[in-house]
């Protein structure tokens, strides 16, 4: 497995593994097959799994915990705070990134991971009544106290992220970066990397639409949360498959899947690029990892940039409330 460096000098593979899959969001998570898949990433040469603390009120970071235990050097422990569900069982829609809550979210990660430190920890969000500077100085408070190695921010705008970083070294940006949703290449990206943060890519296969998996609505099963996302309604659906399937023939032409292009075409914007694709299954876990093994030659990287311009996708990127 390929490395790459994020901030100071935290060594990671080319391809992490995200663990959003596992809430059930997209479909019923078997634990045994959750964990497996786990385990398979591991020996594939998979070192960061990613996860927060808000996924299905804490049980994906138990299930990660869980998994990892026995193995634990051999993983880079990313997790996130700052964010809760108003009640149990309800979508994280409280942002609560004040010092108290910070520290109490992080002992929370700490005891459901079975850990005494967590490797990065991020601020799932910018709170807008803390000021970022307070949010920061709390992370690197639980860095003095032993608890969290690095911090990083998630969803933060460029100055955010000017701010944050000249509280405490920003090891990592995380963002949604894929060739569905190219956003950040305006200010985001370019601020992170005059900054010297390189940038975690989630959602780097359109929460499964830049796989194939999506086929049309009756493809999302009842609990799916997909169903009420905007690029996954009706015409918007239509529409994006359309460019999946343009994408599809490319990838067909180089008897690779459409998802291994898409992660191919990520891990080539540059080294300071670390996509976290998420699944619930082996086989799939596999192919992804075999991206990193890809070099798209010029001509395809310009067609795929024509395919998905920035914008082109219809909807907005985030899930209807």
Known sequence: MQKRLLGQGLTVSAIGFGTLALTGGYGAADELESADTIHAALDAGVTMIDTAGFYADGAVEQLVGK??????????????????????GGPPTIVDASPAALRTACDDSLRRLGTDRIDLYYL?????????????????????????????LSEAPPE??????????????????????????????????????????????????????????????RGDHRRNHPRFQAGNLTYNRGLVDEAAAI??????????????????????????????RRAHL??????????????????????????RAAGDRHRAS
């Open 251 to 280: 990838a067909a032409d180089l008897d690779i899947t459409v998802a291994q292009l898409a992660l191919a075409w990520l891990l080539g914007r540059g080294t300071d690029i670390l996509p976290i694709p998420g699944t619930r």
């Open 67 to 88: 998994s990892v235990a026995g193995r634990r050097d051999q993983v880079v422990l990313a997790t996130r705070g700052g964010v809760r569900a108003a009640s149990t």
């Open 160 to 221: 955010d992220l000017r701010r944050a970083s000249a509280v405490h070294p920003i090891a990592a940006l995380e963002s949604e970066y894929s060739l569905w949703e190219r956003h950040i290449e305006t200010a985001v990206l370019p601020t992170a990397r005059e900054l010297g943060v390189p940038l975690v890519a989630h959602t780097p296969l359109g929460k499964g639409m830049l796989a194939g998996a999506v086929t049309g609505h009756a493809s999302l099963g």
């Open 286 to 311: 596999a192919a992804n990892v075999r991206a990193c093994e890809i070099t798209l030659d010029p001509v395809h990287t310009a067609r795929l940039d024509e395919i998905f311009a920035p914008g």
């Open 124 to 152: 799932a969000r910018v709170d807008p009544k803390v000021p970022v500077e307070d949010s920061t100085g709390a992370l690197a408070e639980l860095v003095a106290a032993g608890k969290v190695r690095h911090i990083g």
